[in-house]
């Protein structure tokens, strides 16, 4: 089959020509008919086979013919899981809508909204998004989803492993009931297999390999190390000169800037890429990586969603997963569209438990290279393997509670004579409003028989003062204020105001 046999609109022919490709994938030759005719889909395909191409030229052909020169509302939306994966995918658009008057954009997060909000009210025909950036534009009132007709899920089960599927039902109560629904997935979890459920109305299936195959023209070597020569191994692997392009994954983000410390040491340039980096370093680390300017890239597995590279020549596994689907799409990123790769595996003692379960998963054993300078020498687990298990969260939280210190005990100091002085007898302490009544009694001196009888005092009666009588003439005010304002200022006073009486 070829893409004339596709009934593709001769500019989206000449699109791929210039790519270079001169047949469809098999995900394509099977996904791109039926969504040409508007059914959904369901596709489960590994990475690496092309099914950004099955989703992406169906939606340039069906919008072709309805967009006009004025402003439309987005027709198409295509909602991803990572920021890196956004790109490639508006990428794919930029190359396969070359010919065609479409825009189209994308947004996500970790940078600032401006320029995004800006290209939207240009006016946007199909929109690459990541949930959280989407939600919060939408809140915000500079997007509408009310007039989409295709709607694409890429990598549903990432969404899930990542939390966002939460996300991701908040888009879709966003959007119109009747519409068109493309879902693609690498695996298909039980919980995404409800969500399609829900979504999708009489799709289309479309699986090209089982779910758990790793992509057979991919050499797969492991290496039985110690954990603390693995980054002695990783530059003892990239002395072969051949392997010019290397993406090393690891679990976590620490460990991705630690490699890169130990190689930069070591002289050979690599840089990271993870969540904590921000978007432009993101972007700057992989530019670099493409462009051949730095031979290593250290990833964790949600930043290397959406890398793809040509020609990739190899994957190690600084660390070994422990979800085993996870394997299969680290060393996908190598062996693209056919062509052959390597993947290296590292694997110490506490990593052979998530060896078996990959195994098991591929339904092959991985290769094992005895034969190099850093071999297997430790047998038991590593003293944080070997810690208790954790308690249970109420015992957790007790011993997270302050504890009173107890008081320090001052250094005892050589002991001076002190003058012995009579100290008065401590009066019990009393209500405030007794207090007030009645003040208390002075307690009875030791030694006496008798008490001393309280006497009560009374005020002496004290003769009125005797005060001048006024002037019987009134006082009049010399002011230099008009007669209005000298009244208001007399009433301010509290006299009264009395007209002088005119004489004769």
């Known amino acids: 089959m070829t893409f004339q046999d596709l009934q593709l609109l001769p500019q989206l022919?000449?699109?791929?020509?210039?790519?270079?490709?001169?047949?469809p994938s098999p995900i394509q030759a099977q996904a791109i008919p039926p969504a040409l005719a508007g059914r959904d889909l369901v596709g489960c395909a590994q990475t690496g086979t092309g099914k950004t191409a099955a989703?992406?030229?169906?939606?340039?052909?069906?919008?072709?013919g309805q967009v006009g020169k004025t402003h439309t509302p987005i027709r198409a939306l295509v909602l991803t899981p990572t920021r890196e994966l956004a790109l490639q995918i508006k990428e794919s658009f930029d190359q396969y809508g070359k010919y065609l008057p479409i825009r189209h954009t994308v947004i996500f997060g970790g940078v600032g909204q401006g320029p995004q909000v800006e290209a939207l009210q240009k006016g946007v025909d199909v929109l690459v998004a990541t949930p959280g950036r989407l939600n919060d534009l939408c809140n915000q009132g500079f997007i509408d989803l009310t007039h989409i007709e295709t709607f694409v899920l890429d990598e549903a089960d990432r969404m899930l492993d990542m939390g966002f599927?939460?996300?991701?039902?908040k888009v879709i109560a966003r959007l119109p009931k009747k519409r068109q629904t493309l879902l693609f997935s690498a695996t298909m979890p039980q919980e995404i297999a409800d969500l399609s459920k829900t979504i999708l109305v009489k799709p289309a299936r479309v699986e090209v390999t089982p779910q758990s195959s790793t992509v057979e023209a991919i050499e797969q070597r492991l290496y039985k190390v110690d954990k603390g020569n693995k980054k002695l191994l990783l530059q003892f692997v990239l002395a072969d000169k051949s392997l010019d392009s290397v993406l090393v994954f690891t679990n976590t983000k620490h460990g991705a800037d630690r490699v890169v410390k130990d190689l930069t040491r070591a002289g050979i340039p690599a840089m990271a890429i993870h969540g904590n980096k921000g978007q432009t370093a993101r972007i700057r680390a992989l530019d670099s990586f493409k462009s051949g300017e730095i031979r290593?890239?250290?990833?964790?597995?949600?930043?290397?969603?959406?890398?793809?590279?040509?020609?990739?020549?190899?994957v190690v596994n600084y660390e070994l997963p422990n979800v085993p689907e996870t394997y299969v799409?680290?060393?996908?990123r190598t062996g693209r569209a056919g062509r052959g790769g390597l993947a290296v595996s590292f694997c110490n003692y506490d990593e052979l438990a998530y060896l078996k379960d990959i195994e098991k998963l591929?339904?092959?054993k991985v290769p094992v290279v005895e034969d190099h300078p850093w071999p297997m020498e430790i047998f038991e687990a590593t003293p944080k393997a070997q810690r208790p298990p954790r308690p249970p969260r109420a015992e957790r939280q007790q011993a997270a509670q302050p504890k009173t210190k107890p008081a320090e005990k001052a250094p005892k100091q050589p002991q001076k004579p002190v003058l012995a002085v009579e100290q008065p007898p401590v009066q019990p302490k009393m209500p405030k409003a007794a207090?007030?009544?009645?003040?208390?009694?002075?307690?009875?001196?030791?030694?006496?028989?008798?008490?001393?009888?309280?006497?009560?005092?009374?005020?002496?009666?004290?003769p009125?003062?005797?005060?001048?009588?006024?002037?019987?003439s009134p006082v009049r005010r010399i002011s230099s204020d008009p007669p209005r304002v000298g009244r208001l200022m007399a009433f301010a006073d509290g006299r009264k105001h009395r007209k002088p009486r005119r004489k004769g």
Request: with cysteine; aromatic share 2%; charged share 30%.
């Open 13 to 23: 022919l000449r699109a791929v020509e210039d790519l270079g490709y001169e047949a």
């Open 362 to 364: 591929i339904k092959k």
């Open 55 to 64: 989703f992406a030229i169906p939606i340039l052909q069906r919008l072709n």
């Open 435 to 462: 207090a007030r009544r009645d003040p208390p009694r002075p307690a009875p001196q030791a030694g006496t028989e008798k008490s001393i009888p309280r006497t009560e005092t009374k005020p002496i009666p004290l």
């Open 296 to 314: 290593v890239l250290v990833a964790t597995d949600i930043a290397a969603r959406g890398i793809d590279v040509a020609e990739l020549a190899c």
């Open 329 to 332: 799409h680290r060393i996908g």
């Open 464 to 472: 009125a003062p005797v005060l001048p009588d006024p002037p019987k």
């Open 165 to 169: 599927i939460h996300d991701v039902k």
